[in-house]
């Protein structure tokens, strides 16, 4: 991922196992990490159990937040893919108990129908 794209608020996805190694005190038993993407030092995984949100706090980054929601507490969720001005996609979730949703963008070198189908198969079963 290109500095600019992180500056832009663009996420692209990372190696799982690194991803697997450094998360692994936070993943339950028999958790998997499916999909990871970085946007400059936050993260948002895609297990087989959950979305894990990711946010690095500080100048140092030493404080970190992790948000964990079940998929069966996702509601709905959308995408929007890039267009030829529009240099990225974007994801939205709505989960229950809030009424904005959380929006990731992504660089357009990356496959959003590929997010939308991980989410998909864990939400809808």
Do not use: C
């Not at 500056?7 to 038993?29: D, F, H, R, T």
């Not at 998997?32 to 990711?54: H, P, W």
């Not at 990356?110 to 989410?119: C, G, K, T």
Request: glycine share 6%.
């Amino acid at each position: 991922m290109g500095l600019l794209d992180g500056l832009m608020g663009n996420a692209s996805e990372v190696n799982i196992a690194e991803v697997q190694q450094e998360y692994a005190q936070i993943l339950a038993n028999n958790e998997r990490i499916e999909k990871a993407y970085k946007l400059i030092r936050d993260m948002f995984i895609f297990t087989n159990k959950r979305l894990i949100l990711v946010d690095k706090q500080g100048i140092t980054g030493r404080k970190i937040e992790y948000h964990s929601i079940p998929y069966k507490s996702i509601h709905h969720f959308s995408i929007e893919t890039a267009g030829n001005f529009d240099l990225d996609a974007e994801l939205k979730i709505w989960v229950s108990g809030s009424a904005v949703p959380i929006q990731k963008q992504f660089n357009k070198n990356l496959n959003i129908y590929q997010i939308q189908s991980v989410l998909a198969e864990y939400i809808l079963g």
